[in-house]
């Protein structure tokens, strides 16, 4: 079968991709058929017939900032918050240092979570009104690294979505759900969102001024005409390919009753 042909089937099928627990991919080719894949190969024939992804220029508007006024909060705690929301909101949270002060916080961008350290303070705070809220690490200490690690993740992945408009789920034992004590951290999986909060987040961050990057493929982008230079051989397959031109000139047909 052609790899066009397949990468098609795959994206498009009814039933989706299964990925196996092993090595492979099951994968629904377009004659119905289901076959077996290695998963890297799949990759590759996804990424040689799309050129990867770019982010559609002019597209996010707004800008969230963490800013981290603590003391000893592992730097990989917040780059992991901002990886998230990249991957799965599609939104550039910004990383800086800085620091925090109640009566008159100092604000960056449309958006501003505060990290601190201040055993005076609650354990989140989130004034969406006036564009900030705090996470407290004071708050989330722990004797074991990996807990007020884990600690720091949530609370900062809840607080923002918070501040961002977001709302509980209705799913139980959700990331979002009630929280009144710091251990209720510890029973929670992980620090990932329910779809329906990833699918409302962007009507309400729109209210502040902040919309998500739109990504699309090389090869739409090599269609529309605003592709980057191509950085490999896919890529400079898909550019060379999209801007041939015919064998024959596309003959035009003018109907006088239709006027068109």
């Known amino acids: 079968m052609k790899a066009k042909t397949l990468l098609i089937a795959f994206l498009t099928a009814t039933l989706g991709t299964t990925l196996a627990a092993d090595e492979y991919a099951t994968v629904r080719t377009a004659d119905g058929k289901v076959t077996k894949m290695k998963k890297s190969e799949v990759r590759e024939r996804i990424y040689r017939h799309f ?21 000893d909060v592992p730097q990989r705690s917040l ?44 354990m989140s ?25 884990a600690r720091v993740r949530k609370e900062a992945v809840r607080t923002l979505v918070a501040l961002l408009g977001g709302c509980n789920s209705t799913y139980p034992d959700a990331l979002t ?10 029973r929670l999986a992980d620090t990932r969102l329910q779809v329906e909060i990833e699918q409302r987040l962007p009507s309400y961050m729109e209210k502040l001024g902040i919309t998500p990057y739109i990504l699309t ?30 064998e024959k000139p596309i003959q035009i047909k003018f109907d006088p009753k239709k006027g068109r």
Do not use: M
Request: contains cysteine; aromatic residues 8%; charged residues 30%.
């Open 51 to 71: 050129g990867g992804n770019l982010k559609v220029p002019g597209r996010q508007k707004g800008r969230v900032v963490i800013v981290d006024a603590a003391k």
């Open 79 to 122: 780059d992991a918050v901002a990886k998230q929301f990249n991957v799965s909101i599609h939104i550039a949270v910004e990383i800086q240092k800085g620091e925090f002060s109640l009566e008159s916080p100092k604000l960056v961008g449309e958006a501003t979570l505060f990290v601190v350290d201040d055993p005076k303070l609650p």
């Open 125 to 149: 705070l989130i004034a969406p009104e006036s564009r900030w809220a705090i996470v407290n690490a004071a708050k989330l200490k722990s004797e074991k690294p990996q807990f007020y690690d």
């Open 177 to 186: 759900g009630c929280v009144t004590r710091v251990e209720d951290l510890d």
């Open 217 to 246: 493929s090389y090869r739409k982008a090599c269609q529309e005409g605003w592709a980057p230079a191509p950085t490999n051989e896919y890529q400079r397959a898909i550019w060379e390919e999209t801007r041939k031109l015919p």
